[in-house]
């Protein structure tokens, strides 16, 4: 009896601090979605948002700032992304001017009856640095963030976190989770960047997909890493690493882990985690193995019930710890280029059926 007195007390414990770490940064559990629309046959915005509600989204991530969208998600409880190009960063990093139009555009002329709560700088801007230009736009992705985040402040607004999301390409090492750590190339440009995102008590954003870390190592090696640790199944095997002794039970947490390990060898160790991208995808060609209904689906409605958990679950070496999470992604782009993976990841169709059933808010069990 007294193990369960002390049991249910660090239960209780936990929980409050999930609810702590929520409420004083002015974030949630809730799960998002990506609203991507790189695609010709997908539904109007008006019934895109229409959709979010009816599916319980609690957040949405646009890659832009366009204003029907924003106008459409005016009055609806739905937390909002947004994002500045990419090819719009350099002149913003110069310019304060810039900067104070750009929010004034995308953000005041929205803010607060659209609940906008993360401006995202450039999306997966540390990918492409091999051209000149490239490497400018790099250089120049905290000054700008700088320049956004200074006339937000200006503004008294105190809810709105500025980022920018990184694909996992720029590891070095994920595995084991404790030997975690940045490519050398991009060491100079992250140490700024986690300087700021510390400094502001903002989230590290990453693009994280086990299905690819996944697919890679089934290609290299005939049995590869267990598709059920990668699709997050509960009970089915664990790792322990080695050097930290944590253990692991699903794949995500591993990817997540390096981060944090790599994120702590240059002196952050505190900066808290963000999921801006993750997903599998439901088709792909014949040789894309594990790209199937089944386990897209099973993927998503575990991360869900996983990241929406109360208490929090966080991951080994961040236990209890909010997450912010989008699903990639809300429909299939007909129009990316690529494999055809690329082209679904979808969970709606375009006529607002759904691709596979899936439940957003993580309680009950996953509806058409």
């Known amino acids: 009896m007294q193990n369960n007195k002390f049991t249910n007390m660090a239960l209780v414990l936990l929980s409050l601090f999930c609810f702590i770490a929520s409420s004083r940064a002015a974030i949630s559990n809730k799960i998002g979605i990506n609203y991507g629309r790189l695609g010709n046959n997908l539904p109007s915005p008006s019934k895109s948002i229409e959709l979010l509600q009816s599916m319980n989204a609690g957040r949405v991530k646009l890659y832009d700032a366009d204003h029907e969208i924003l106008h459409l998600l005016s009055g609806k409880n739905i937390e909002v992304a947004i994002t500045v190009a990419n090819d719009e960063i350099s002149a913003i990093a110069s310019n304060q001017h810039l900067a104070d139009q750009w929010v004034y555009e995308h953000v005041l002329a929205h803010y607060p009856s659209t609940k906008i709560r993360f401006v995202l700088v450039g999306n997966e801007v540390l990918s492409s640095t091999n051209t000149v230009q490239d490497m400018q736009i790099a250089r120049d992705l905290v000054p700008a963030m700088r320049r956004i985040k200074n006339t937000i402040k200006s503004q008294g607004i105190r809810n709105i976190k500025v980022g920018t999301p990184l694909a996992m390409d720029m590891m070095e090492t994920t595995f084991p989770p404790s030997n975690g750590s940045f490519k050398p190339a991009i060491r100079e440009l992250m140490i700024p960047l986690l300087k700021y995102l ?58 997540l882990d390096s981060v944090v390990y790599a994120m702590a060898k240059l002196g952050y160790d505190d900066v808290m985690l963000a999921i801006a991208e993750t997903g599998w ?70 006529d607002g059926t759904a691709v596979y059933p899936v439940n957003l808010t993580g309680k009950g069990t996953p509806s058409d």
């Open 198 to 255: 510390n400094g502001t008590k903002s989230f590290f954003f990453v693009d994280v997909y086990p299905y690819f870390a996944w697919a890679e190592s089934r290609a290299n090696n005939q049995t590869g890493i267990d598709l059920g640790f990668a699709l997050l199944r509960s009970g089915n095997m664990t790792y322990t690493d080695p050097q930290s002794g944590l253990v692991y039970t699903d794949l995500l947490d591993q990817m």
């Open 281 to 350: 995808p439901h088709d792909g060609d014949e040789n894309e193995f594990g790209a199937n209904r089944e386990n897209a689906a099973e993927y998503n409605n575990n991360l869900i019930k996983k990241m929406s958990a109360v208490p929090c679950n966080g991951t080994p070496a961040r236990p209890g710890a909010v997450i912010p999470t989008f699903i990639f992604s809300m429909y299939d782009e007909n129009q990316k280029y690529g494999p055809a993976t690329e082209r679904h990841w979808g969970v709606m169709n375009p």
